[in-house]
């Protein structure tokens, strides 16, 4: 699949998949070194995963400094950025599972279980925050994780179709943080 001219998203098998700029020139973003590709595939770029888990870290030590005197702020911080560090590398290991193996069911549970929870942590601190929120607003609130939580479940767990394909080996993912 090839984007054109005006931007879009490439995909091959030699350097994964990139950004296609607006001269046609691709930045690499999975499968090849982050920076303008000039083609030839790559290793996982070990600088762009370490500088998002730096950014990831600051933000959330920066919420945490800020709401120091508020407990529960700082809980949810905290929790909130375990769950994402642990959804990144289940969500990793997911993906380089082989279909149909007993390990990606588990994978599949984990993934399942860490979103809804992010979700409804959420959707805790929005009603937590919010003052004078009414009673159909509120339920409109919890109604969004829920029904995200049961969307989540029918991809994930709908056993009637068999979705799962091979992963394309000629595409890098990038390891867990």
């Given at each position: 699949?090839?984007?054109?001219?005006?931007?879009?998203?490439?995909?091959?098998?030699d350097?994964?998949?990139?950004?296609?700029?607006?001269?046609?020139?691709?930045?690499?973003?999975?499968?090849?070194?982050?920076?303008?590709?000039?083609?030839g595939?790559?290793?996982?770029?070990?600088?762009?995963?370490?500088?998002?888990?730096?950014?990831?870290t600051f933000?959330?030590?920066?919420a945490?400094?800020?709401?120091?005197?508020?407990?529960?702020?700082?809980?949810?911080v905290?929790?909130s950025?375990?769950?994402?560090?642990?959804?990144?590398?289940?969500?990793?290991?997911?993906?380089?599972?082989?279909?149909?193996?007993?390990?990606?069911?588990?994978?599949?549970v984990?993934?399942?279980?860490?979103?809804?929870?992010l979700?409804?942590s959420?959707?805790?601190?929005?009603?937590?925050?919010?003052?004078?929120?009414?009673?159909?607003?509120?339920?409109?609130?919890?109604?969004?994780?829920?029904?995200?939580?049961?969307?989540?479940?029918?991809?994930?767990?709908?056993?009637?179709?068999?979705?799962?394909?091979p992963?394309?080996?000629?595409?890098?993912?990038?390891?867990?943080?």
């Open positions: 699949m090839e984007g054109g001219d005006d931007g879009g998203i490439r995909v091959d098998g350097s994964g998949i990139g950004l296609i700029g607006v001269d046609g020139v691709g930045i690499g973003v999975i499968g090849g070194d982050v920076g303008i590709d000039g083609g595939g790559g290793g996982f770029s070990w600088t762009f995963a370490a500088s998002l888990l730096a950014f990831l933000n959330c030590g920066m945490v400094w800020t709401s120091r005197k508020d407990a529960s702020i700082v809980a949810f905290a929790t950025y375990l769950d994402l560090l642990l959804l990144f590398c289940c969500l990793w290991f997911y993906n380089r599972a082989a279909p149909g193996s007993p390990r990606r069911s588990r994978l599949k984990s993934v399942w279980t860490l979103t809804t929870l979700t409804f959420y959707c805790y601190m929005v009603l937590g925050t919010a003052a004078g929120l009414t009673l159909q607003v509120a339920l409109l609130v919890w109604l969004i994780p829920a029904a995200t939580g049961v969307g989540a479940s029918y991809a994930f767990f709908d056993d009637c179709r068999n979705n799962e394909q992963l394309d080996r000629g595409i890098m993912l990038a390891p867990p943080v």
